[in-house]
């Protein structure tokens, strides 16, 4: 998922090589990473869908895309403790919420001059790259 991630922050698209064999069947292999990207879309999609990249790209294991008025924080890694995404200080406008994508649960978080400092709920809702929606700021400086 992080090629994925990192292409799609950047306005670029991520291809997969496919090789189906001479009767037209899929290698096993090769199915079962369609399968993971297919269920991780299914939960994040749409955090990539439709999105265009931010004027930031990256903040720490964070990349980010956009799509309308929302923001997304796309977390490379999954972390205990509270991480603070820096370019997105008070300064940056106020956010006035944060979800994370396939979990139901609150995400608590405080904003600072500092940045905003994001609470990682105890349980992951995926297995790769989790997508917090982050709301509330204007979203007018888009990389093109």
């Given amino acids: 998922m992080r090629k994925l991630v990192e292409n799609v922050s950047h306005n670029g698209n991520y291809m997969l090589n496919i090789s189906p064999k001479s009767d037209g069947t899929i290698p096993e292999e090769q199915k079962q990473i369609l399968l993971g990207v297919g269920n991780w879309l299914s939960i994040n999609g749409d955090g990539i869908y439709g999105t265009r990249a931010w004027k930031t790209d990256k903040d720490g294991p964070f990349r980010f895309t956009t799509k309308g008025k929302s923001l997304y924080a796309i977390a490379l890694q999954w972390s205990d403790t509270a991480l603070t995404i820096g370019s997105l200080p008070l300064s940056a406008g106020k956010v ?15 904003q600072s001059n500092s940045g905003l400092k994001i609470t990682f709920p105890t349980e992951k809702p995926c297995d790769y790259a989790f997508v917090f929606k982050i709301e509330g700021i204007v979203i007018n400086d888009v990389a093109n």
């Fill in 96 to 110: 006035s919420g944060i979800s994370l994508f396939g979990n139901k649960g609150k995400i608590n978080f405080s």
